[in-house]
Structures are given as structure tokens and as C-alpha cells.
């Protein structure tokens, strides 16, 4: 059913609430699992369980999660769990352990406890917003790929029907938004490394598995080719962290006690994006960052660069920007795009998705198959 911006499962008009297909599955027997590497109360999954007029009403979408009876949340944890609009509604936390949830921090707190019902599983660190970008992580964060074989090994043992499980890469959205070209590529091949894991259950399952793989939009207007015929694109390979980590370690510089010279913030860009070393900068490149660096280190003029989810040191932006023009990407807009998306299936009835779709057929051609009216 088509809907309107900001309304999570509710009609347009945000008279009523619409049962989404995993509610609907939920009711037949089926256990649902919902991934992210966003927050589990983020506009995408509280689509699949939520009903509220306001994507940004993160408590009450937190309370329609503890009342989904839902079997597996796994994403960075909650936005808002206490309400800010109602002082003494409950804390989501303590509503989550009422309804019979279980919340691990860590895949090593969840492997111990060898968990079977009703799961949260979150990073260990209780502020991130988000997980991690891919590119920024050491092996003991939490990944996105983590939380789909935990899931996945869960359901295999635990639902005697059948699972739905819905797994978002959402934070290919974030990257593109702030446009980090880099990050993007790196977030979803991590996405892919998800799609893997599905993609070997559906071989050892393959009569009874269904993968279909899209995007709810594109964003960011992201062009391969800005210049001439040629794609660069293996310069993103020498950029070693996003940019917000970018943003992170320049604002540390930025407030210490010795300002780093103009060298010194070319010795971090050659080490963090390989310019100048396996990156040609021209003069005029560089006299262009050298303007960004003196306005924002020296002058202390500038300001963060605001987009969706992030708010960026300029001087990472137009590092990154300078970096995504070499390697011939184009970005058209900070915002999402009317483009179409790609849809990808395998597995039964996989065929049924041939052709260009509406997006309200990802569902209802499921429905038809489940036999939901
Ligand atoms: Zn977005």
C-alpha cells in the first residue's frame, strides 16, 4: 500500500495502522528476525513491525518493537529508550525484559549464553547510533555480517515453520548521504558478505528459500563517470578510514594544545588517503585544500558540513570529495533519488520477480505465496 514520507506502517492519511507482511507471517507461525546496521528502531525496520505516524517517534516505535513479539532484533540498539515527550512511560529496556526479551552486548556476551528466544543483540558500546563503518572497525566491533549468521544459525535450530528474516545495510545510505564514496563500496560488499551467508542456506535449502535483494531508494544521485571515459575507481582502495573518522581525528588535532601545521595535516591525508603518494595531486588540488585547512584550522572560520546523519569537518569533506572526483564518481544531491533500484532474486518462485516491479509488489507477490490476503 502506498503511504507518504516519515509514516511508519500507516496509511497516508495516519488514520490507521497497516500489518506488514512480517506481522502477517508472524501470525501464521513463521519467526522473524529484523538486521540492521542502523538502530532496530530506524525508519526500515520499524517498517516491518511499527505502526506510527512519524519515523522520528523513536520511543513509541521501541514500544511497538517489545510488543511485536518479533523473535530476533540485531542492529546498534535503541535511539530514544526512555520517552522525551512522557517522563514516566516506561524505560524501553525494562519493556523489553517484561515481554521476555534477552539483550547481549557483544557477540561474546550472546555466544556464551547460547540464547534461544527472543533476542536483542547489540554493540557493546551503549552511544553508537549506528554500527560502525565497515572500513572503520577492529575485529572486536560488532558487524553486520555477524548479526546476520547469529540470526540465521538461531532460526535454523529454533523455528520448527519457517523464519522471515529482513536485513538492512542501511548504513550504505548514511555514506552516501555525507557522500563518502569510499565508504559506500565498503559498505556494501559488506552488505554482500550478508548476502553470502543467505545465499549458503539457500544452496543446502534451495527448494524452500527465497533471497530477494533490493533498496527502498537510491541515494545521493551516485554516478560512475564525471569527467572522461575513464573509471578510477580503485583509488578508493587507499582510503583507510570514512569520513567521519575523518571528521574524528581532525577535531582531535583541532582541539589539542598544537595546532598541526599545513605538513603535518599533509602527512595525515597521505596516510589516510594515500594522496600525494599513490595519488597524483595537482597544485592547484592542493592549493584548494590548503584554503580548506588554513579557513578551518587557522582562521577557525568554517563550518561542519551538515547532512542526514552526519555533521563533518569541511576539511574531510573536501579531502573526500577531491578523492571521489579522481576516481570518477558524481554525486547529484545529498538527499535520496527518484532512480530506480535494483532487485535481485533466487530461490522459489524467485521468477515471479522478473521485470520491472512496483515497490508495493516486494510484498503482495509475497503475500500471494503465502496465501495472505
Ligand atoms: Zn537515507
Redesign the pocket.
Known sequence: EKTTNYVIGMDAEKNHGLKSLARQLKDKGYKIGIITSASIDHATPGGFYASQPDRFMYYEIGVDAANSGFDFFGGAGLLEPRSKRNLSAPCLYDLFNQKGYTMFRGMDAYNRAAAKDKILLFPTDTVSKSLKYAMDRSAKDLSLPDLTKACLANFQETAKKGFFMMVEGGKI??A??AHDGGAVVKETIDFDQCIRLAYDFYKKHPNETLILVTAD?E?GGLGLGNSDMNLNIDLLQYQKCSQEALTAAMREMKSGKMIPSWEDMKAFLKKNLGFWEQIKITPREELELLVCYEESFLKKKSKDVVS?YAKDEPLAVAAIALLDKKASLGWTTK??TGAPVPLYAIGKQAVLYSGRRDNTDMANVLRKLFLIK
Open positions: 545510505d548514511w552516501a548521504h531508494h541515494t542526514l538527499t535520496h
